[in-house]
């Protein structure tokens, strides 16, 4: 069951230095607070805590069984909490600060709160590169829970005003720090030792993990339960009718372009899909609050970011 969310006032401030120390003050307190990555904003709250691990279920109604990301200062904090193996330390050296969740076994004495894993043995971790997040763990002093902030199973949120709509009224604080880079959320994988497994696309590619590491990917996730965050099979979703690979416009419909052709808003003219995903989100909110009953969105290249942007939409859609 979905915990219950409070009503409360949420401050807006710009990401300085006075406003970190807000932020971390409230993390301390147990209250949840937003704040961008490199990625998508996350809701973060001390990861160490039930009690606030519980806030970010209630603001967002996250069904408790979705397990969350855990972001840290470092690889030796991310050492306290799980258990690496080879393959693991290879793709933190390769890949971390960045957008790769890895999910690793907890350590007997994990001082993260069992809610955050939702009951399994394992805790998905990730190192960010965002200054802004970065900051707010070294200030809070302890690894911080942070799935998307946005209400549970709505689009992910790329700027402040994203989260405003959302959680507005959830939720005591947002940290703006302006649009996010990488615009889809973090990879994430299971290292195993003879194959990294995909749980979830994103940013880091299978062919980027291929090639830091030797070993190949591979994509169970048809096969799986939820053993990781972002793998519920209705994720990401505007409130009006999504139609996918749609070549050309539809009348009465939002139409989002890829590449040369009519459209309301083009993810990217020229084709390049790093762009594309870094405007996926913030579209899919312009085209969910438009006057149009219904959304179409051009065909998508199924390579490299691509996979993670049709990954997005598939569920969106679903």
């Not at 799935?147 to 005591?172: C, Q």
């Not at 899919?284 to 009953?293: G, I, M, Q, T, V």
């Amino acid at each position: 069951m979905p915990h219950r969310a409070r009503t409360i006032e949420t401050q807006i401030r710009a990401y300085d230095g006075a406003s970190l120390i807000e932020a971390a003050t409230l993390i301390r307190a147990g209250e949840p607070v937003a704040v961008p990555t490199e990625t998508v904003y996350g809701l973060a709250a001390d990861a160490t805590k039930e009690t606030a691990v519980a806030r970010i279920y209630a603001a967002k109604g996250r069904p408790s069984f979705n397990p969350l990301i855990v972001h840290v200062a470092d690889l030796e904090m991310a050492r306290r909490l799980v258990a690496f193996s080879s393959a693991a330390e290879t793709l933190a050296r390769a890949f971390w600060p960045g957008a790769l969740t890895m999910v690793l076994p907890r350590l007997p004495d994990c001082p993260v709160a069992e809610l955050a894993s939702a009951g399994l043995p394992t805790l998905a971790v990730r190192l960010p590169s965002h200054p802004a997040m970065r900051s707010l763990i070294a200030a809070a002093g302890v690894p911080l829970a942070a799935p998307s902030a946005n209400a549970s199973g709505g689009i992910s949120p790329t700027r402040a005003s994203h989260v405003l709509a959302s959680l507005g009224g959830r939720i005591p604080f947002i940290l703006d720090a302006g649009p996010t880079s990488d615009g889809v959320e973090s990879t994430i994988v299971r290292p195993d030792a003879a194959a990294i497994t995909l749980l979830r696309p994103g940013p880091i590619t299978p062919a980027m993990i291929e090639a830091a590491i030797g070993l190949p990917v591979v994509d169970p996730r048809q096969a799986e339960g939820i053993t990781a965050p972002g793998q519920l099979e209705s994720h990401y979703a505007p409130s009006k009718p999504l139609t996918l690979n749609a070549d050309v416009p539809v009348e009465g419909r939002f139409h989002i372009g890829f590449g040369p052709g009519p459209c309301q808003r083009n993810l990217s003219a020229t084709g390049d899909l790093v762009e594309a995903a870094a405007n996926l989100f913030a579209t899919l909110h312009e085209a969910d609050a438009s006057s149009f009953s219904g959304i179409t969105v051009a065909p998508i290249p199924e390579r490299d970011i691509g996979i993670a942007i049709n990954d997005r939409l598939r569920r969106a859609a679903a």
